[in-house]
């Protein structure tokens, strides 16, 4: 358990957010907020209690403190789980030890991440000794792996500045729960993933994200697994991403990706550890291209994810996969007279026979585990197929993973805090806690502390074409552009135009750079989202073309960001296999799926796009949304009403005079 500080446990959560608290006395401009101690105050007494707070704290509360100061006050060993990577490093690096030094309390911190993050010390020797990368830039980035590896001490893959976070070289160099030789590895007492879980192990307070947090609740890996029972409090930051999260891992998945890896991984071991069988490697090279005919065969297929009912009289298909599957055999036969030569060889036919039997379970329907390897049923689940331009995975997915978090929740008597900037749908959290089976959870909404009705206006520009209309989705993209021309003319640039497309963007990016020339230009794609940000903030006036990954995580204060577009209400789109058995589940309920699924999840994501506009006490400026649905169908006013109160208007001078008191010098 962790260390409790002398007296430090007694510091009233006033002395922390008050006028003359901690908080105020080391911020130059720090005003108390009522909601972050509110906030604060709901926790503590979650922690007290060990129940479950399902609490939304609007922008600017100060939702990061609002929970940090009661976990480490309160002396229990605590796990907090963030959305992203990059939050994930932001709370380690930056909030906890900023507020555990202003609190003066001692808790021992650790950062753990997924194990792909981390080096793999062997896999980086037999990459080098593969000698066979496809392309000199991969050799290159390998000598900048080799580099950095001698000199890291935690070898986190996002501490390695010369090579980029997504470069193909980094699978040929990290392991998988797949891979992993664990304590059958030579370098079993360097590893960095067992050094990380060992700091963890002993921490009182354990860093975390949400993919990790699942992945590991679902494969019951070493790790994780051992921290829960231990662990007094969880908090899921971001937690509305959690029932989607949960959905993917609590489920089964094998792919194209994983068996060209085994093909690979088989290739290098036997180089390493059985020369003299070259049937091996022949093997390996036709597992590896026996996944081709099948991308080829679902390549016919207009949609990227099929229910496999619609599938499972494809002959071409059929027939693809059952070659898939003589092919796996023949590698599985090879290898098992190989495994006696080498641990490597030994596990990749542990590894292969594993894929061989996932690959039977889903073309039977037969999923018994509940997410690869976690050992409880998926119970009612979808199968179904995604194709992408080079991979396929062949997906068993639950309909709904509430009654696995459920379980997990219910695991031992612990608080369980779940906090984000979007949890309701106007007042109503039924959608949140129905998807995270969270019956006897606590709910509460702490208000943004902003004055929305004088800082920010919400235009509606007047006859916009429904997307759907008979222009299509181009004409309302164009329509839109058009309406939000003036204002960024109006703003000098210092805009965000968001959208919920990937052709709509590219539209968009096509149509500003030809017409919009005397403004800087920033498109998601064409630089990493980091860079992209360091150069619009520095920029002044640049226009930052995103789609939904900019929607949320992204903090823009000040004048660099005046106005902020979102193209149209971000519903689903129609066609995955997921939704619409979850939809058809609803049905057989009685009950209606766009009330209960479909709206309530639109209203909370376009929520996260307008949080996007004002961050600070001081900002200004406009937010356009332009789909003419707001103001023409029923459910219109129920989003409307569920965003911040901003004052709406349709009239473009409203809004263009806004944008020009907002780009005036403050005194």
């Known amino acids: 358990m962790s260390e409790t500080v002398e007296g430090v446990s007694r510091l009233g959560l006033d002395e922390v957010f008050g006028a003359e608290g901690r908080l105020a006395n080391a911020f130059e401009g720090y005003q108390p907020r009522a909601g972050q101690q509110r906030m604060a105050e709901r926790i503590r007494d979650a922690i007290t209690d060990r129940h479950t707070l399902v609490i939304e704290a609007g922008t600017g509360v100060g939702k990061t403190f609002g929970y940090l100061a009661p976990v480490l006050l309160s002396g229990k060993r605590a796990l907090i789980s963030t959305g992203t990577k990059h939050l994930q490093d932001q709370l380690f690096d930056r909030d906890l030890p900023r507020l555990r030094e202003l609190l003066g309390v001692k808790a021992r911190v650790a950062l753990l991440k997924g194990r792909a993050n981390y080096l793999c010390k062997y896999r980086l020797d037999l990459a080098e000794q593969q000698a066979r990368l496809p392309r000199r830039e991969d050799a290159r980035a390998l000598k900048r792996v080799r580099d950095w590896a001698d000199r890291t001490i935690d070898g986190d893959r996002a501490d390695c500045p010369d090579v980029a976070d997504d470069h ?18 030579p370098l ?15 921490a009182d307070i ?24 231990d662990t007094d409090v969880v908090v899921l930051d971001e937690a509305h991403q959690v029932p989607e999260i949960a959905t993917m891992f609590f489920g089964e998945a094998i792919g194209s990706r994983q068996l060209r890896d085994l093909a690979d991984d088989a290739r290098v071991e036997q180089k390493h550890e059985a020369r003299d069988q070259p049937g091996l490697a022949e093997a390996a090279d036709t597992l590896k291209g026996a996944t081709d005919p099948v991308l080829e065969a679902l390549g016919r297929i207009e949609s990227e994810r099929l229910p496999w009912t619609d599938l499972g009289d494809d002959v071409a298909v059929t027939g693809a996969l059952d070659r898939l599957a003589e092919a796996l055999d023949g590698l599985i036969g090879e290898l098992a007279i190989a495994a006696p030569r080498g641990k490597g060889l030994q596990a990749l036919h542990g590894r292969a026979q594993g894929l061989r039997d996932e690959f039977a379970a889903f073309r039977d329907g037969k999923i018994e585990s509940g997410g690869q390897g976690g050992g409880q049923g998926v119970g009612e689940a979808v199968r179904w197929v995604e194709r992408r331009t080079r991979s396929f995975t062949l997906h068993t997915t639950p309909v709904n993973a509430a009654g696995q978090l459920k379980s997990h929740v219910e695991s031992a008597p612990r608080a369980w805090i779940m906090t984000s900037a979007t949890l ?28 929305f009705a004088n800082q920010a206006v919400l235009y509606l520009p007047p006859n916009l074409p429904e997307p759907s209309g008979p222009g299509g989705a181009r004409e309302h993209t164009l329509a839109s552009l058009r309406a939000v021309y003036p204002l960024l003319k109006a703003s000098g640039g210092r805009a965000f135009l968001l959208f919920t497309s990937h052709r709509a963007l590219k539209l968009a990016a096509e149509t500003l750079g030809e017409h919009l020339t005397e403004l800087p230009l920033f498109v998601q794609g064409t630089r990493a989202k980091s860079a992209l940000l360091e150069d619009f903030r520095a920029a002044g006036n640049g226009v930052l073309l995103g789609t939904q990954s900019f929607w949320e995580g992204v903090d823009v ?35 209606v799926p766009f009330v209960q699924m479909a709206l309530p999840e639109a209203i909370i994501t376009l929520k996260q796009g307008v949080g996007r506009l004002i961050r600070d006490t001081a900002d200004t400026g406009v937010m356009v949304l332009c789909d003419p649905r707001l103001q023409t169908k029923g459910y219109g006013n129920t989003i409307l009403d569920a965003l911040p109160p901003m004052r709406r208007t349709r009239d473009s001078r409203v809004a263009r005079d806004m944008l020009r008191r907002a780009g005036e010098p403050t005194a």
């Open 168 to 185: 193909d070289i980094w699978p040929l160099v990290t392991s998988t729960n797949d891979n992993c030789l664990g304590r059958d590895c």
């Open 188 to 202: 079993y007492d360097e590893c960095f993933v067992v050094k990380a879980r060992d700091r963890a192990q002993k």
């Open 206 to 229: 354990v860093v975390i994200n949400h993919h990790l947090f699942c992945a590991d609740l679902a494969l019951r890996q070493t790790g994780f697994a051992e921290l829960l029972p």
């Open 424 to 451: 309701a749908a106007g007042k109503d959290f039924g959608h949140f806690t129905r998807r995270m089976n969270l019956d006897e959870a606590r709910c509460e909404q702490v208000e943004s502390p902003f004055d």
């Open 557 to 591: 204060r000040g004048e660099a960001l005046s106005l902020v577009m979102i193209d149209r209400i971000p519903f689903a789109a129609p066609g995955d296999p997921v939704r619409a058995a979850r939809e058809q589940r609803l049905k057989q309920k009685g009950l």
